[in-house]
């Protein structure tokens, strides 16, 4: 039987919808019209494809409600696409932070060379190699010194190093801080002064008068001390030359190494070795 229709402004509006599918007869004799139909009758209008007034109220509701019923199904769609998402990136998240446990963070470099995804071991093998290969070539004046590491009075530690580069990995917000933030760590280094300081005489006797600081010793009497007298000379500043080959060490960066040299004075004068003597 035909669906109940309700009068409002001489159009005629039916409370239950019939899909544009189904092919029963009305009372009226008529079928209700296909897609097909349809479609033409809203490019030409009923008429003209031959639909009733009624074929083509029934043939509107259902069109409605399938546009109803397509719209009623996208949130439910769109919250499960968005629950898919969410579950992949919080899957995403723990295989990150887990993978980088004892592992070095993206973004971290040792000396300025990248270790991003090295282990402990690697990092160490790393730093020893690069150690062990280094020579600064240190200018002054026109006067050329090859050195090692060794030379230089510096030592690089690197289980130290590798333990500042690994130190992030101790907390989970700095694991994923490191995906958008640089870390740079230079390489752990001692230094041995007393060859540090050799190694700044021996530039200076280079350049013709090194620095020589005043000194006491036993007299020949073994019973007093005697002075000897200070020498004021021309070469590097010792905290200059520490702070350039620190930082060549720190870097592990060979090459030239170019300074420039000043008139020095000595560190302990004549007066004070004489007052100590006396």
Do not use: W
């Not at 546009?67 to 769109?78: D, E, G």
């Not at 101790?170 to 752990?188: G, N, Q, T, Y």
């Not at 004021?232 to 350039?244: F, H, I």
Request: with cysteine.
């Amino acid at each position: 039987s035909p669906p109940e229709r309700q009068e409002d402004e001489g159009h005629s509006l039916f409370t239950s919808p019939v899909p544009p599918f189904l092919t029963v007869r009305l009372n009226s004799g008529n079928r209700v019209p296909g897609n097909n139909q349809l479609r033409a009758a809203r490019l030409r209008g009923c008429e003209a494809v031959s639909l009733s007034r009624k074929q083509c109220e029934i043939g509107r509701i259902g069109t409605m409600t399938e546009h109803t019923s397509s719209r009623s199904r996208k949130p439910l769609i769109l919250g499960v696409s968005l629950g898919v998402f969410f579950v992949a990136l919080i899957a995403a998240a723990v295989a990150y932070a887990v993978h980088y446990s004892a592992r070095a963070l993206p973004n971290v470099t040792v000396a300025g060379q990248s270790v991003s995804g090295m282990t402990r071991d690697e990092i160490v093998s790393m730093v020893d190699e690069r150690a062990a290969g280094m020579k600064v070539n240190l200018k002054v004046e026109g006067h050329s010194t090859e050195l090692a590491l060794a030379d230089m009075g510096m030592t690089v530690d690197s289980q130290g190093s590798a333990e500042q580069a690994l130190a992030p990995n101790k907390s989970i917000l700095e694991r994923f801080k490191a995906l958008a933030v640089h870390h740079d760590v230079p390489a752990a280094v001692t230094v041995d002064d007393v060859k540090l300081r050799e190694l700044s005489n021996k530039v200076a006797s280079s350049l013709g008068t090194p620095v020589v600081d005043a000194s006491v010793h036993p007299a020949e009497d073994q019973e007093s001390f005697v002075a000897t007298s200070s020498q004021a000379g021309r070469g590097v500043a010792y905290e200059e030359l520490r702070s350039a080959l620190g930082e060549a060490a720190r870097m592990l960066r060979g090459g030239d190494l170019e300074l420039t040299a000043s008139n020095l004075s000595p560190v302990v004068d004549d007066h004070t070795a004489q007052g100590i003597a006396d």
